[in-house]
Nanobody, 127 residues
Framework: QVQLVESGGGLVQAGGSLRLSCAAS????????MSWFRQAPGKEREFVAG???????????YYADSVKGRFTISRDNARNTLYLQMNSLKPEDTAVYYC?????????????????WGQGTQVTVSS
């Protein structure tokens, strides 16, 4: 099993920045796909960003079009921690942000494909 714990959410003004962290424990593997999803009230959970093992000792990063150029995902294997640096935040970024992982080399944008989830952390962006 894999345990995931998010932190770093909070209230920020539009244009500001936040960095989310996801601490992973348990039987983790560096090849595990790890992604960030978010869910706003009344909306479906949507993919934000993810990383997958490239097979060349590096990770490939993927981003939703809505956050590309503003958010940066990174993974620190020594600390078993996934990060999401969020810059130029907009009110439409307001949501509960979830860290997710799955035992696969291929990244999925569908939240149904992920077996492991954190508890979520609230991000609120005021205008």
């Amino acid at each position: 099993q894999v345990q995931l714990v998010e932190s770093g959410g909070g209230l920020v003004q539009a244009g500001g920045s936040l960095r989310l962290s996801c601490a992973a424990s348990g039987r983790t593997f560096r090849s595990d796909v790890m992604s960030w999803f978010r869910q706003a009230p009344g909306k479906e959970r949507e993919f934000v960003a993810g990383v997958s093992w490239s097979g060349d000792n590096t990770y490939d990063a993927y981003y939703a079009d809505s956050v590309k150029g503003r958010f940066t995902i990174s993974r620190d294997n020594a600390r078993n921690t996934l990060y999401l640096q969020m810059n130029s935040l907009k009110p439409e970024d307001t949501a509960v942000y979830y860290c997710a992982a799955d035992r696969t080399y291929s990244l999925s944008y569908n939240y149904h494909e992920y077996d492991y989830w954190g508890q979520g952390t609230q991000v609120t962006v005021s205008s």
